[in-house]
């Protein structure tokens, strides 16, 4: 849609969070979000795995946001895992959705 990504970078208002969240959550229930190979591997070593990301993705909250050096918005969203650690998701919006990285706090 037209003007929706002028609203991705920099977002301001708590409210505008959950807006994003709810584009993220729509996007990973869809299957349209990319795991690049290093993250995927990324996970395995933190222990992390599919099911700890839908739970983070689809029950934490945004807790922040950065411009990247190319204009994209990197979104951080944090929650608990399936055995209940905390996990903290970063997902870059470009045209698809990305997962940047993952790892436990």
């Known amino acids: 849609m037209a003007?929706?990504?002028d609203n991705l970078i920099?977002?301001?208002?708590?409210e505008s969070y959950?807006?994003?969240?709810e584009r993220i959550k729509e996007a990973w229930t869809e299957g349209s979000v990319v795991l690049p190979e290093?993250?995927?591997?990324?996970?395995?070593e933190r222990g992390i795995d599919d099911a700890d990301l839908d739970r983070v993705i689809?029950?934490?909250r945004v807790e922040n946001h950065e411009a990247t050096t190319?204009?994209?918005?990197?979104?951080t969203i944090v929650g608990r895992?399936?055995?209940?650690f905390r996990v903290k998701v970063v997902v870059e919006i470009n045209g698809e959705t990305v997962i940047v990285t993952t790892w436990c706090l």
């Open 81 to 84: 895992s399936v055995d209940g």
């Open 3 to 5: 003007g929706d990504d």
């Open 70 to 75: 190319d204009e994209r918005a990197r979104y």
């Open 38 to 44: 290093y993250v995927q591997s990324r996970m395995l």
């Open 58 to 60: 689809l029950r934490g």
């Open 18 to 21: 959950r807006r994003i969240h």
């Open 10 to 14: 920099t977002f301001k208002r708590p």
